[in-house]
């Protein structure tokens, strides 16, 4: 069954560096996003990626976070100078709009990121 | 005010039993979605099932059916014979509007549900 990878599982990162997280979404999905989750509470939407631009985004993502597309699979969240509150689970996730009725998210398995 | 409610943050069950777990939304727009997620301890985020608000007949994916009371705004997940790999966090979550996907999904606190043998 297709999956969202992500890459890394786990990183740690001192306070004020960059971090990259990456992710492959399903090949023929369309829409992708970032959400986030930090320990012990509820899955946050950060943004959603459509034909190469964001389509919507929270208040949650501000000036500190872009995500690209380099290429043809690869959609990456980019946060540029991480504090201490960064620190939490970010998913990737992707869906096929062409899919009938409910657009289902396909969730990649995480990259939890540490900020000391 | 939230827009997913789920008032119960621990539950613990009998093994084989049938559980419901409860969702209440918030939305004053007419097309939307409603969607339950499994987490287990490993992490990841699992879709379970889906129910479009123009839905008529209540969806089910094998054990799994949600309970869909369009006038109460409730979606509530049925489990039926539960088993110990249920054992997981539930997380109800809701799209609005007609954009798609470009509207993210809000999530609810989720519901943390313990099978006993």
């Known amino acids: 069954e297709p999956e969202v990878t992500q890459t890394p599982s786990h990183q740690v990162t001192q306070m004020g560096q960059e971090v990259i997280l990456r992710c492959v979404p399903i090949?023929?999905?369309?829409?992708f996003y970032w959400y986030r989750q930090i320990l012990g509470q509820k899955v946050e939407f950060l943004v959603s990626?459509?034909?190469?631009?964001?389509?919507?985004k929270s208040e949650i993502f501000d000036d500190q976070f872009s995500v690209e597309r380099p290429d043809g699979s690869n959609f990456t969240l980019k946060i540029r100078s991480t504090k201490l509150e960064d620190s939490a689970m970010y998913f990737c996730?992707?869906?096929?709009?062409?899919?009938?009725?409910?657009?289902?998210?396909?969730f990649g398995a995480g990259s939890r990121l540490t900020v000391l | 005010a939230q827009k997913i409610t789920q008032t119960q943050p621990g539950m613990f069950v009998q093994e084989k039993e049938a559980v419901t777990l409860d969702c209440t939304y918030d939305?004053?727009?007419?097309?939307?979605?409603l969607f339950w997620y499994k987490q287990p301890s490993s992490g990841e985020m699992i879709f379970l099932i889906y129910?479009?608000?123009?839905?008529?007949q209540n969806a089910t994916e094998g054990r799994y059916s949600l309970n869909f009371q369009k006038a109460r705004k409730s979606a509530n997940l049925v489990i039926s014979a539960s088993q110990l790999g249920d054992s997981a966090m539930y997380f109800c979550?809701?799209?609005?509007?007609?954009?798609?996907?470009?509207?993210?999904?809000?999530f609810g606190k989720g519901t943390h549900l313990i099978i006993q043998p």
């Open positions: 990626f459509y034909n190469n631009e964001i389509s919507e």
């Open positions: 129910q479009g608000s123009y839905d008529e």
């Open positions: 939305t004053s727009d007419q097309s939307y979605g």
């Open positions: 979550a809701m799209r609005e509007g007609g954009r798609g996907g470009a509207d993210g999904l809000t």
């Open positions: 996730a992707s869906s096929d709009v062409r899919q009938a009725g409910a657009n289902v998210l396909t």
């Open positions: 090949s023929n999905h369309l829409y």
